[in-house]
């Protein structure tokens, strides 16, 4: 039977089948077609609205709850809850580390007949360890908007609380919302739409980035305003002006710093307001330890590290190995690296300001690498990169990825590529959310060499 114009139909009495790897609970309708239902659990009986739908699959919400999981617990954040931004904080800790846990082995399984999958360890917070955050503006007439956008819209939730960010930043970003909601009138022609904040807890520095289509005409009195209120003379704010069209910067002004420091273990690492730094800062230390502890570094060793950042890997394994060459595109990181080693005291390290994929087509082959380590965003690695890994023969490939279903796509390439797995380890990098952080060691195999 075809699934036609099921948008905005409500389907009653459904039971919920499974809760699948993006944290929604799954209906199946019409020879199995599934409908992935925002807020619900397995074994739940639900009647579910349709909001979007193709060929495979529709997306649907919880109108009414009929029979209630026993897995499901009270959430006082209604808010959070109903952005559907962290759909698994409707399950205990618990609960989240075994589904998380399960999600990987299952995929290893299932992909790769490997069962050494490791459970996923915890992070030190299950609640305020973020140090970043973004929020949406939305501003007509009548009122000013500013929250998440609800999952798969872009309809913005306002919020009361952010429980997933550090305590103090969330003071910050309340302050900040309650000054501009109370400014409306005199900001509606800024056209801002987002908001950045940036927060180290270890020198208690903030960053916060406007990003609008025009300037605003009373800026400095604004910013003036703004950083009075933070009450923190560590704080830092950036006015940026977008080209609509182009989503480029075209105008920018600084009050303060464009850097603000963070610290892992012992280390500090300066990151400027467009450089990646990782978001939970205690787990983000839990794994660098666990690569120092599992690779047993001889230090000999010359090592690539892809995707860098600011260095952050790099630098904190740099003082176990031979040399490390760290590789990242956007500019103002490879500059933040740079610094980073001189403020470490690190100096058997290079930083170059270089798209990953030009330096493995181009430059990999000039070096005698042993090891590569591979910290990509969401989308993964190109197979130019792989090619080149491949051909190249590194012996060890240390890959920390965000997303299970690249990471396997990848790792089929390596290990088509005379590579195999040495160790799967899982880390909750964001709990309440269904996001996984996964490691993966992989090794050349030796009588290929």
């Known amino acids: 039977m075809e699934n036609k114009s099921l948008v905005n139909q409500i389907l009653h009495n459904q039971k919920v089948t499974e809760y699948g790897y993006d944290g ?7 020879n199995n077609y599934p409908i992935l239902v925002e807020n619900a659990l397995k074994d739940e009986i639900v009647d579910v609205q349709v909001i979007q739908q193709n060929a495979k699959f529709a997306l649907g919400r919880v109108v009414t709850q ?17 952005s559907y931004n962290a759909p698994l904080i409707i399950i205990s800790y618990e609960d989240q580390l075994k589904f998380k846990t399960q999600v990987i082995k299952s995929m290893f399984a299932r992909e ?32 000013i908007k500013i929250g998440f956008f609800v999952r798969n819209t872009h309809i ?39 908001i950045v904040f940036k927060y180290s807890d270890k020198t208690n520095e903030t960053l916060v980035i406007f990003d609008s289509y025009n300037k605003l005409k009373t800026e400095n009195e604004i910013a003036q305003i703004i950083k009075q209120a933070i009450g923190n003379e560590k704080a830092n704010l ?38 990646f730094f990782q978001v939970n800062d205690d787990q983000a230390k839990a794994i660098f330890d666990f690569i120092l502890k599992k690779n047993e570094f001889k230090g000999n060793e010359l090592v690539i590290d892809a995707y860098a950042g600011v260095g952050t890997i790099g630098l904190y394994i740099a003082k176990n190995v031979k040399h490390v060459v760290s590789v990242e595109n956007i500019h103002n990181a490879t500059e933040n690296a740079k610094l980073n080693a001189k403020l470490n005291k690190i100096s058997n390290f ?14 990999v082959d000039k070096e005698n690498v042993g090891i590569v380590i591979f910290d990509p965003p969401r989308a993964g690695l190109n197979t130019i ?10 012996d060890r490939i240390i890959y920390l990825s965000c997303n299970p279903h690249t990471l396997v796509r990848d790792l089929k390439a390596f290990l088509n590529g005379d590579y195999h797995i040495k160790l799967v380890q899982p880390f909750d990098m ?5 996001h996984i952080e996964t490691l993966c060691i992989l090794e050349r195999n030796k009588d290929q060499k």
Not at 430 to 434: A, E, V, Y
């Open 24 to 30: 929604y609970g799954i209906v199946r309708i019409n």
């Open 66 to 82: 009929h029979v209630k999981s026993e897995k499901r617990i009270d959430v006082a954040n209604k808010e959070l809850v109903y």
């Open 112 to 143: 790769f007949n490997f069962y050494d999958v490791a459970d996923c360890k915890e992070s030190k917070k299950q609640f305020h360890y973020r140090n970043k955050l973004t929020l949406h503006v939305q501003q007509d007439e009548k009122e």
């Open 156 to 194: 913005i939730l306002e919020q009361k609380n952010y429980d997933l960010v550090n305590e103090e930043l969330d003071k910050i970003v309340k302050i900040v919302v309650a000054f501009l909601k109370a400014n409306a009138t005199q900001i509606r022609n800024w056209k801002l739409y987002s």
């Open 238 to 275: 950036i006015f940026h002006v977008i080209n609509h069209k182009t989503g480029k910067v075209v105008e920018q002004k600084i009050y303060g710093q464009e850097k603000i420091t963070f610290k892992i273990g012992k280390y500090k690492y300066l990151v400027n307001y467009d450089s």
């Open 350 to 363: 290079k930083a170059l300001t270089m798209d990953s994929t030009r330096y493995f087509d181009t430059f």
């Open 385 to 394: 990169i792989i090619r080149k890994v491949i051909e190249k023969k590194i």
């Open 430 to 434: 964001f709990p309440q959310t269904q």
